[in-house]
């Protein structure tokens, strides 16, 4: 099975400021990763899949890369609704596995 | 409107059954690849099972194997999630899903499973 290790699980942050969340695959995957963010209370929302590709109507400060096992979900300029639970998941091969998730919270 | 809508969930002993059901519309159904996806209170995303548009590939996570069972009705927009020998652990939401490589980008709206005596 692919691990999915996400780091980290908590950052505190400010309005405004950049963020960066990092997953890393325990093999190769290609560009085969999705970044979801999750509020309390709903389901999951997906943001990037294949790495990179945003996902249609997500604001353009949020971003995607990497390649291969190590990747990125990048938030530029955090805006309030912002703070959530962001998880990354490989789309690789089956079993899917999501990773342990990173709850962004208000500094 | 894409939606997704569970239905099914409750309270179930242990060594119990359920069987999830979530009806699909405004899409074409049969198009496209139908997953679940559970989360226990409090704790992450996990991946349960996903099958196949004509439904002849089915794939489950380690931990269900043997006592979970996805099926899907294209003539009835459903996916369906039969669920043996219910143990402690599997209680969670479960969430139906709509996709695979590219993400799962519809969800339903969870349905609750508790495992309890």
């Known amino acids: 099975d692919i691990q999915m290790t996400q780091s980290p699980s908590f950052v505190s942050a400010s309005v405004g400021d950049r963020v960066t969340i990092t997953c890393q695959a325990s093999q190769g995957i290609s560009n085969w990763v999705a970044w979801y963010q999750q509020k309390p209370g709903q389901a999951p929302k997906l943001l990037i899949h294949?790495?990179?590709t945003l996902q249609s109507g997500v604001p353009s400060r949020f971003s995607g890369s990497g390649s291969g096992t190590d990747f990125t979900l990048t938030i530029i300029s955090l805006q309030p609704e912002d703070f959530a639970t962001y998880y990354c998941q490989q789309a690789h091969s089956f079993p899917i596995t999501f990773g342990q998730g990173t709850r962004l919270e208000i500094k | 409107e894409v939606q997704l809508v569970e239905s099914g969930g409750g309270l179930v002993q242990p060594g119990g059954s359920l069987r999830l059901s979530c009806a699909g519309s405004g899409f074409t159904f049969g198009a496209y690849w139908m997953g679940w996806v559970r989360q226990p209170p409090g704790k992450g995303l996990e991946w349960v099972a996903s099958?196949?548009?004509?439904?002849?590939?089915?794939f489950y996570v380690d931990s269900v194997k043997g006592r979970f069972s996805i099926s899907r009705d294209n003539t009835r927009n459903s996916l369906d999630l039969q669920m043996n020998n219910l143990r402690a652990d599997d209680a969670a939401v479960y969430y139906c899903a709509r996709g695979f490589l590219t993400g799962y980008y519809y969800w339903g709206q969870g349905t609750l499973v508790t495992v309890s005596s």
């Open positions: 099958i196949k548009q004509d439904g002849s590939d089915k």
């Open positions: 294949t790495a990179s």
